[in-house]
Structure formats: structure tokens, C-alpha cells
């Protein structure tokens, strides 16, 4: 998607996107239905967050850009890289932790 409008963020193109979906469904997950490892703080802080790097970062695809501007997340399929935490530096809006024991991803590529 590009934009000539210079408020738009631009968004990274993945050349094949089907190359990681297929390498994360090998992946194995058992969700912790009951608490999510990660969440975002507060939805309308991302409002003011022109980058919204979470969108483009993740190799999961776990965070989606919302309509309204705020940005929609889902815990299901995170691989646990870390990444979001990282780029999430200039609001600090992600609370992060790994999931309990026993739940979250099992490896089964590589
Ligand atoms: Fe995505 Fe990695 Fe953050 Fe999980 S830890 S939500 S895979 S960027």
C-alpha cells in the first residue's frame, strides 16, 4: 500500500508472506485461554503513535492496524521474539511477559 499523503504511515511490504506463514504453521501452540503474556496498555495511546512499528515488526502478524487509527492485538500466534516490546520505546504501551509455564509456542522449525 502507498500513499502519497506524507501523514499516512507507510507500511513494510513482505515480498512472500507465504514463506512465514508456512514456516509459522509447523509451530505448536498451547494458548493460555486465561491470561495473555502481552497486551497493549491503553488502545488510545497508540492514537498518537504516528510509526506504530508493532504493526510492521512482528513476524507473527499480531498486531493489525484498526480503522479508527488504534490497533487491534491478539496473543494467540506470538512466537515470543520480543520484538514489540523493543519497538515500542517511544510510549512504552506494551506490557509484556512471557506466558505461564507450559503454555505459548513449541519450535518445530529449524
Ligand atoms: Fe509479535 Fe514477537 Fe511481540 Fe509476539 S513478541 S507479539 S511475535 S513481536
Given amino acids: 500500500m502507498t500513499s502519497a499523503d506524507p501523514a499516512v504511515p507507510q507500511r513494510a511490504r513482505i515480498l512472500d508472506p507465504a514463506a512465514i506463514e508456512r514456516k509459522l504453521a509447523l509451530n505448536t501452540y498451547n494458548v493460555d485461554a486465561s491470561r495473555a503474556h502481552i497486551r497493549i496498555i491503553d488502545h488510545d495511546v497508540c492514537l498518537h503513535c504516528v510509526r506504530q512499528q508493532c504493526i510492521n515488526c512482528c513476524p507473527a502478524n499480531c498486531y493489525v492496524p484498526n480503522n479508527d487509527g488504534r490497533v487491534i492485538f491478539s496473543y494467540e500466534g506470538c512466537v515470543e521474539c520480543g520484538t514489540c516490546r523493543i519497538v515500542c520505546h517511544e510510549f512504552r504501551n506494551i506490557e ?10 513449541t519450535y518445530r522449525y529449524g
Fill in 96 to 105: 509484556w511477559t512471557y506466558p505461564r509455564g507450559g503454555f505459548g509456542i
